[in-house]
Structures are given as C-alpha cells and as structure tokens.
C-alpha cells in the first residue's frame, strides 16, 4: 500500500524575531494556533516542526487547498510557502532544484528567474552569492531560462539549515502581527458596524485573546437582526483565530429608563457609559486587563475627546483601547473589506446606539456633568439587571431570527468581582 502524498509548507515569523528569551513562548503560541486554525478548517496536521525559528508544516497534499485558505489568516506569520526539502548535499540541491524547474516549465512559461539564498547555518563553507551563482547556472545553462535581478518572473529562494536545504519559488505574505493569545486579555465592544469587527481584529493581530460584548435593544427594535448580524461577524472573525461565542446583552428597558430620567441631549454618553461598566464587569469575570472599541475620533458626537474622557472615567483604572483612534473612516471600511466584515455590517440591522436617540447629542460633556445626569438613576442596580440578561451565545448552535432559541445560550453569572 503506497504512502499517503503529502505536502510541506514553511512559515517564517513576523515579529517573533524579536522576543528574546521569551521567543520560545511566542513561538509555541504560533505552533498551537497553526494547529487549530487548521483542525477548525478540516485539515489533518501529521506534524508541524521549529526548526531554526521556522515552522514547518506537514499534511496530506489532499487538503493543501485548505491549507491556503487557513495559512494568510493566523497572525503571527510574516511569510509562507509551500517548500521541498532535500538533503544538504549541493549535488543533491542542484538536481533537485532543476527537476523541480522542469516541472514548473511544464505548467507555464517562465520568462525570467533570479536565486536567493539565506544561510541560515553559518557553517555551511559557500557563500550565499556563490550558492545563487552556482544554482542559477544550472537552471540557465540546462533548462534556458533567461536570468533577472531586478524584476524576474520567478525568485528561487533557497534556504541553508543545519541538517538540510529547503527551497521554494512562490512566497505569500502572511498576516502578521503577534500569535493570539500572546498579549493578554482584552474584552471588545462589538456592534454591527464597520469599525468594532475590525477592533477585534486588530487587537487580535496583535497577540490579544478577546471575549466579545454585544448590546442590543431587546426588547425594542430590531434586536433580532442585531443578534443575527454579530453571529455572522463573530464567525468571520473566529477565521482568523477569533472566538466563536460572544455576550449578547439586552438594554433596552435601560435605555427606555436613561432617556425617561437624564437629560436628553446626554442619552448616547450615558448609554456608553453604562455599557462601559457592564463590559467591565464581563472583562473581570475572563481576567481582561482592558477594553477595546472602534471609536475613530471625531467621527460622531459621542467620540470627541471630552466625551470619550467622561466615558472612559466609569472603568478606570481598567484602560479602553481604541485602535481606530486615528483612522478615517475609508480606511476602515477598506480594512473591513479586507478581512470580510465589510459585506455583512453593511446589511440592515439595529444598533441599539441609534435606539431612543436624542434629537442634538451632547458634543463635549464633562465628567461632572455627566455624573450630574446619572442622579436621578440607579446605576449598580442597572448594571445587575443588564448582567442579568446577559446571554453567552455560541455561532455553531441553532438561532431562529424570529424565535430565540433558549438552548443557544447561557445567563451570565455574577463573579467576585461583581460584589
């Protein structure tokens, strides 16, 4: 019985490169993450190796369309390819590398080429200019393909470890940043827009694991469709590495209370204000250190400076990331597009921000006077009853758009740090 065909791909490191001792930390994060980006997508791992600060993965050619599917998406990886490998003899490497030459010139015409070469183990006695030289040769004088080094059709690279050669000639980038898991803690506000779900996103690009919060409006509005839009990001997002549950927390009758007790013109700060404490709540409960929104500033009313300061003030000393600080608003929407967000926030569904709003939002209140618009509230029992309704809600179990399914969730409970 002849032995499964398999495939080997090679992936170097972002900014591992650069964690020192605690390298070896980061990079069996990025080993574990390979793997269960991979298992999520139904590709069968046989072995994923470090070696030289490389990771090698190897599967059966079977899933290999799998394979580069799942491969731009985990963070962490700054290249990959799909490499051969043969032993550390130089003969060996230049007739391995014409066969494989041959083989490419058989699918398509290759007008030009260039070598380069990385030697990874010093020791190796060539130069890496000698190695180029010396390989291009074979692939000029045998096969007659013309060479370029600045602007070639093909770029052969070749790699030089302590106990092989490893080349490959089509190189992908990968999508960079830190392995998930690897910064810490960060509960992210997620609504249907175009900027939260690429919050996630960046937050996770930089090593953080997430616990998603959703708001909605129930039991006004079209709370349903809300719901129903965060289950499709929250499974786009979990792609990359994301979670596939999030917290849907109902509002509404806390809103109805907001806008029947505090002056109109400040509803939006102390909505946000309120979710703010809420999040917090949830962040402590998963031992988040912080948490993260989409606001970009200036963009609304609600995202100036004194009115995010007077938000920010209810959390502290917890800190509120926001990586869109300093975006406008087309760059991200085409970051959206990019990690296929954009598509399903711009389908209809309600935002329970735009729920009970005031005619003239208040632009730039004050920490005082929003505390001054709290008086009349029971902020620690609104906040019990908001983590009351709180739902964990998990993508892969049934949800009816129009009928709520009481087995797709589970009631948040109230943790230690909750008293």
């Known amino acids: 019985m002849s032995e499964e065909a398999t495939v080997t791909y090679v992936y170097h490191p972002h900014e591992l490169t650069l964690k020192g001792k605690n390298r070896p930390q980061f990079e069996n994060r990025l080993t574990e993450n390979l793997r269960q980006q991979m298992k999520n997508e139904g590709v069968t791992v ?3 190796e470090k070696i030289t600060g490389r990771h090698f993965l190897i599967a059966p050619e079977c899933d290999e369309e799998k394979i580069k599917a799942v491969s731009p998406r985990v963070f962490g990886i700054a290249n990959y390819a799909r490499c051969y490998t043969c032993e550390r003899d130089f003969e060996v490497l230049k007739n391995s590398v014409q066969e494989h030459f041959t083989q490419l010139l058989s699918k398509r015409k290759i007008e030009s080429f260039k070598v380069e070469c990385s030697r990874v183990d010093k020791r190796f006695p060539m130069q890496s200019p000698q190695v180029c030289k010396d390989i291009g040769a074979v692939i000029h004088d045998n096969l ?7 602007h070639p059709d093909i770029t052969l690279h070749i790699e030089v470890l302590n106990d092989k050669f490893v080349y490959f000639s089509e190189r992908f980038p990968g999508a960079l940043g830190l392995p998930i898991r690897s910064s810490g803690n960060v509960a ?7 900027d939260s779900p690429v919050t996630v996103w960046m937050m996770m690009r930089r090593g953080c694991n997430v616990t998603l919060v959703h708001f909605h409006s129930a039991p006004f509005g079209e709370w349903r469709s809300s719901v129903t839009k965060i289950r499709r990001i929250v499974k786009q997002l979990h ?30 700060t102390l909505y946000r204000r309120l979710m703010m404490r809420v999040a917090k709540e949830i962040a402590q409960k998963h031992n988040c250190t912080a948490l993260a929104t989409g606001d970009s500033l200036g963009q609304v009313a609600s995202q100036t400076i004194d009115s995010m300061t007077s938000i ?7 800190i509120i990331m926001r990586p869109l600080l300093a975006f406008c608003k087309e760059e991200i929407m085409d970051r959206a597009r990019l990690i296929g967000t954009h598509d399903i926030s711009a389908m209809s569904g309600g935002d329970c921000c735009s729920h009970m709003l005031p005619k003239k939002v208040a632009t730039n ?7 001054e618009g709290e008086k009349k509230l029971d902020i620690p029992e609104m906040v019990r009853q908001a983590l009351e309704g709180a739902q964990l809600m998990d993508v892969n179990d049934p949800w009816n758009e129009d009928e709520k399914d009481e087995d797709a969730v589970c009631p948040f409970t109230l943790g230690p740090s909750s008293k």
């Open 312 to 318: 920010q003030c209810v959390v502290q000393p917890m």
């Open 365 to 371: 209140p004050s920490m005082e006077v929003a505390e």
């Open 239 to 268: 792609l990359y590495g994301g979670p596939n549950k999030f917290y849907a927390i109902p509002i509404g009758e806390l809103q109805r209370q907001i806008a029947n007790q505090a002056p109109e013109k400040l509803r939006v």
């Open 144 to 150: 007659n393909v013309p060479v370029n080094l600045d």
């Open 188 to 194: 992210c506000l997620l609504s249907g827009g175009f």
């Open 46 to 48: 046989n072995k994923i």
